[in-house]
């Protein structure tokens, strides 16, 4: 039963100091990428003296400092900005603010500083056992914004187009963008537990021809501590029938085998014929009086391999019952199917009257159902179009939703039927 779905439109970076400490029990969440697009909403001011009366410029040395020990990260850059990186925000020359976008800052460092500022607060408003989940793309130096058609009747038309504006690094070079948020991060205290492949087999086509076209981003999975809530199972995969035979088959010396390589045997340059089923039953024959009921198997390998072995803690638990009892499949594998690994392989999904970059809901669905219990809540400060609301409203789980863009805010409503009261309501009336 789902208690809460809350969507405020706002700056994130205020809205999250109305939660209270301690109250957030997973953060699903894709901040802007660094200069990709324009998202045509109000800028706001990063890093700003309060008492200060702003005189903003193009022209100023960035200088902050050490941003949690990111010595080497950060350093010192001074940004000569160009007349269009200009045009979407500039520096105060008193205190060192700077007014714009978040995503559209002149130099990648900035932003990341700008990102990593902001999940301090997430992390006070997170509980010790909660996770973070954050979808990061890369950008290319000197890139004329996200790749596509923006003409009329093209994949992006309608889509506001940003011109990458100078930076420190050479034209063409990737950013390292997400690699430069994980360990500023980390840094900063953060336990980072995986970094997830989201695999796209329906990526954007690019028309570069001296690189591979991009497949791929990054999901993030960080924690307060070492021990925190994760339910694997909820996410595992369901086994493959023959991975399930395989591994409940009888013992070498019942098995029925295949034909195969017995078959093969007598055709010369064809099969191995010490693989064939009678050769591999006659072998553990010869050796099973040797095996039989002993405790210690590796007494009859070599000399090396026992000395290495001998070195396990459990060597004793280690016995040769295999040879004739048969393999109980829930002693080896989970009964509620594997690993997902940390490749996902999930396709793109467009959402009618949709913000430019859409999560798709089963991107969402791994880190809700193996980072939120049921009737906990989720954060998303930067909801876009609101599936992490969508999927929470489904699934028995509260969400809180941060929007920055007014024009979203029905988009968000009516994916998150928000207006909609839940059917339990009608019993009561």
């Known amino acids: 039963m789902v208690e809460l779905i809350d969507v405020r439109i706002g700056d994130a970076r205020k809205l999250i100091h109305e939660l209270k400490d301690k109250s957030i029990d997973c953060v699903v969440t894709s901040p802007p990428y660094w200069s990709l697009r324009d998202y045509k909403t109000e800028p706001i001011i990063f890093d700003e003296n309060p008492d200060c009366e702003h005189a903003w410029g193009n022209e100023i040395v960035i200088n902050k400092g050490n941003p949690g020990n990111m010595t080497t990260l950060v350093g010192t850059q001074t940004a000569n900005l160009s007349k269009s990186a200009y045009n979407y925000g500039s520096f105060c020359s008193k205190c060192g603010a700077w007014k714009g976008q978040l995503g559209l800052e002149p130099t990648p460092v900035l932003f990341i500083i700008h990102l990593i500022d902001f999940f301090d607060n997430v992390k006070l408003k997170l509980k010790d056992e909660g996770n973070v989940f954050v979808n990061l793309g ?230 809700i159902l193996a980072g939120c219990p049921v009737g906990g809540t989720v954060l998303d400060p930067f909801a876009g179009s609101g599936t992490v609301g969508e999927f929470c409203r489904n699934n028995e789980r509260n969400a809180i939703l941060y929007e920055l863009n007014p024009d979203y805010k029905k988009l968000i409503e009516d994916r998150t039927m928000v207006k909609v009261p839940e059917l339990y309501k009608w019993c009561n009336l």
């Not at 420190?168 to 537990?193: H, T």
């Not at 809530?229 to 493959?240: G, K, M, T, V």
């Not at 459990?314 to 009964?335: A, E």
């Open 138 to 367: 890369d950008t290319y130096s000197g890139s004329g914004g996200a790749g596509g058609d923006y003409n009329k009747g093209g994949l992006r038309e309608g889509q506001s187009k940003y011109k990458q504006g100078k930076n420190n690094y050479s034209a063409k070079c990737l950013c390292l963008i997400p690699e430069r948020f994980a360990i500023g991060m980390v840094e900063r205290g953060w336990i980072l537990r995986n970094s997830i492949i989201w695999q796209k087999p329906n990526h954007m086509p690019e028309s570069v021809t001296d690189r591979l076209t991009k497949a791929h981003e990054v999901i993030y999975h960080f924690v307060k501590q070492q021990k925190y809530y994760y339910n694997l199972d909820a996410i595992r995969e369901p086994l493959a029938e023959s991975s399930f035979k395989r591994i409940t088959q009888k013992n070498v010396l019942n098995q029925s085998g295949g034909f195969k390589q017995e078959e093969l045997r007598g055709i010369p340059n064809n099969g191995n014929g010490s693989r064939c089923n009678k050769m591999v039953q006659s072998l553990a024959k010869k050796y099973q009086c040797k095996f039989e009921n002993t405790k210690n198997p590796e007494a009859f390998s070599s000399p090396r391999a026992r000395t290495l072995r001998d070195k396990h803690i459990d060597n004793q638990s280690r016995t040769t019952l295999g040879l004739h009892n048969g393999r109980d499949p829930l002693n080896i594998v989970n009964p509620n199917g594997k690993n997902p690994g940390d490749v996902w392989n999930i396709t793109l999904q467009p959402y009618p009257e949709s913000h430019f970059a859409v999560f798709p809901l089963e991107l969402v669905r791994r880190p």
